[in-house]
């Protein structure tokens, strides 16, 4: 078992993710602190956001440790344990909204596509697009 940061780089899936994990400086947190449970945007999730909107959270320091914070969840919460929980607190400090729709489960409004990588400090589920927190103003399409 791997640490969330190389389990993340390791399934080649995450790239546009990991550089904004890389550029909020928060590499260390995800290759050692925990336990987490990160719901990891995939590259496809990451291409359908306006380039000008991804690029303007890159810019501002402030939106984007918000940003990447919003996807992380203290503790480790298996697909499983998310049946049971309606809301999370995540490290940004915003809730994230857990329901169970007839595709699957989402977070956020954002289907989990993948479920329990589970890694060394922590868990990561794969998620259908960037999850932003209140305050942020770009929309994700």
């Not at 399934?11 to 336990?35: C, K, N, V, W």
């Not at 480790?76 to 344990?81: A, G, I, M």
């Not at 490290?91 to 977070?107: A, C, R």
Request: proline share 5%.
């Amino acid at each position: 078992m791997k640490s969330i940061l190389v389990t993340l780089q390791e399934s080649g899936a995450f790239t546009a993710f990991l550089d904004l994990i890389r550029r909020a400086g928060m590499e260390g947190r995800l290759r050692t602190e925990g336990p987490y449970t990160v719901f990891a945007p995939d590259d496809d999730a990451l291409q359908a956001v306006p380039r000008t909107e991804l690029d303007s959270i890159r810019d501002d320091a402030d939106q984007l440790i918000a940003v990447v914070n919003y996807h992380i969840v203290p503790g480790v919460h298996s697909v499983v344990d998310l049946l049971g929980i309606r809301t999370l607190r995540s490290l940004q400090g915003g809730d994230l909204v857990v329901d169970v729709v007839p595709e699957g489960m989402t977070v956020n409004d954002a289907l989990i596509v993948e479920t329990n990588a589970w890694c060394t400090n922590g868990v990561c589920h794969a998620v259908s697009m960037l999850l932003l927190p209140p305050g942020i103003g770009v929309a994700a399409v």
